[in-house]
Nanobody, 127 residues
Framework: QVQLVESGGGLVQAGGSLRLSCTASGRTFSTYTMGWFRQAPGKEREIVAAITWSAGSTYYTDSVKGRFTASRDNAKNTVYLQMNSLKPEDTAVYYC????????????????????WGQGTQVTVSS
């Protein structure tokens, strides 16, 4: 089983940047597609970005395309989410998770296709 710990959240002004990290324990981390999700108060958890194990392919939800970049360093068991040009609507708790091995999709959008969730890191963007 993989255990994930997110970090890097904080308070930033609109237009600013943050880089989130998700560090994993477990020898099989490098084989997983990783997803980044966020959940704002009163809203469903939604996928933000995902990255394949080799970092050869990435997915971004439309609202973050061109602003967010997912990357990974398998040697460090870490996945990153670089967030630029942040907007108040990006305010949420951000989570990372591993995609279910049995999932039929390269980048499933549903949170139920992911397991091994981290505890989340709060991102607050002020206007």
């Amino acid at each position: 089983q993989v255990q994930l710990v997110e970090s890097g959240g904080g308070l930033v002004q609109a237009g600013g940047s943050l880089r989130l990290s998700c560090t994993a324990s477990g020898r099989t981390f490098s084989t997983y597609t990783m997803g980044w999700f966020r959940q704002a108060p009163g809203k469903e958890r939604e996928i933000v970005a995902a990255i394949t194990w080799s970092a050869g392919s990435t997915y971004y939800t439309d609202s973050v395309k061109g602003r967010f970049t997912a990357s990974r360093d398998n040697a460090k068991n870490t996945v990153y989410l670089q967030m630029n040009s942040l907007k108040p609507e990006d305010t949420a708790v951000y989570y990372c998770a591993t995609k279910r091995v049995a999932s039929a999709f390269t980048f499933p959008k549903s949170q139920y296709e992911y397991i091994n969730w981290g505890q989340g890191t709060q991102v607050t963007v002020s206007s």
